[in-house]
């Protein structure tokens, strides 16, 4: 048996490994849910300094655990299941984790998103698992992380049978972001997800974004009214050794909620992920989105499990 050895993130070959990675992972829980999917970990990368935040552990040449810190206090791990190692791993990736959190803390440099702050997530170390997920409950447990009452609400869509063409009011237009709509695209999404806090997504960032190998530019749904300005959109990502479409994110802006535009962008990607092949659309969203746990069941997805929090204080 090889030995386990970990290090940090290191750019493109990296990120193609996390993306296999997610799709192993993604088959070996099926038909349970997983953690990060192919689009997470394609959405996650750009946006902040991965060579940090960003921890690997291998098997010899095997990628087989992660840890991955989203400041100010978001721990994302995820290790292969029914690794032998699978504990003592997952103490290496929360002693990690902490330790960076606390230096984060103590500097007070990082903001807290205002919807952490709704939920009361201040000083402490959040992660996260899925019901279903016993080896992962019990490693929290005995790094005496306690269930908070909010969780991550995780659905389906069945894409094998036909989608309708989402109807549209007059001068209303669905398309996909060309290299000259970079600004306006960023500006649509800063704007969908302002009532959160303010978004890390910049110009480069999103263009680093559409260079990511499994990015689909014809995913990247727009809805433009008759002025030529964005409305809504979404991204979906392909896994296509499992045959999943999965998105990340959805928005509107916040002036033209209630409309049914988030549901002809998200209707509109499906039917183009189902054009590719895909049986099985996923997404998920926070409990306290009211909005989005209206509009996925809207768009004919049903609950399959929830991803609860979990909260261990900074001391």
């Known amino acids: 048996m090889n030995q386990l050895v970990s290090r ?9 490994r996390l993306i296999n990675f997610a799709q192993r992972t993604t088959q070996a829980r099926w038909p349970q849910s997983t953690y990060k999917k192919v689009g997470d970990v394609a959405w996650g990368t750009p946006g902040f300094d991965s060579n940090i935040n960003i921890k690997l552990w291998f ?12 400041p100010p206090h978001s721990i994302e791990i995820d290790i292969q299941p029914g690794l032998t190692k699978y504990d003592s791993v997952g103490d290496e990736i929360l002693k990690w984790a902490e330790n960076r959190l606390h230096v984060l803390a103590t500097t007070g ?3 807290i998103p205002k919807a952490h702050m709704i939920l009361g997530y201040e000083m402490v170390s959040l992660t996260m698992a899925l019901d279903s997920d016993v080896q992962r409950l019990s490693l929290l447990k005995r790094h005496g992380y306690q269930r908070a009452e909010s969780f991550d609400v995780l659905y389906r869509r069945d ?6 063409v989402p109807k549209l009011g007059f001068g209303l237009l669905l398309r996909h972001p060309t290299d000259a709509d970079l600004d306006a695209r960023v500006d649509v999404h800063r704007a969908s997800w302002s009532v959160w806090g303010p978004s890390a997504l910049t110009v480069a960032s999103y263009r680093r974004l559409r260079s990511a190998p499994v990015y689909d530019p014809e995913l ?3 809805l433009e009214d008759a ?4 409305l809504a959109y979404c991204i979906g990502w392909l896994d296509v050794a499992n045959g999943f479409g999965h998105f990340e994110p959805v928005g509107c802006r916040p002036d033209f909620t209630g409309r049914g535009y988030a549901r002809a962008v998200t209707i509109e990607g499906m039917r183009r992920m189902q054009a590719r092949g895909m049986h099985t659309a996923l997404v998920a ?3 306290v989105n009211a909005r989005a746990r209206v509009l996925y069941p809207s768009c004919g997805f049903v609950e399959v499990g929830r991803v609860h929090h979990y909260t261990k204080g900074i001391s």
């Not at 940090?8 to 193609?16: M, R, V």
């Not at 002025?227 to 964005?230: A, D, H, I, L, Q």
């Open 220 to 222: 990247d749904v727009v």
């Open 159 to 164: 894409l094998t049978a036909s989608i309708a």
């Open 8 to 16: 940090s993130y290191a750019g493109t070959p990296d990120l193609n």
């Open 285 to 287: 969203t926070a409990s």
């Open 109 to 111: 440099k990082q903001a």
């Open 227 to 230: 002025k030529g300005r964005f």
């Open 59 to 70: 098997e010899g040449a095997d990628l087989v655990a992660y840890g991955w810190l989203e």
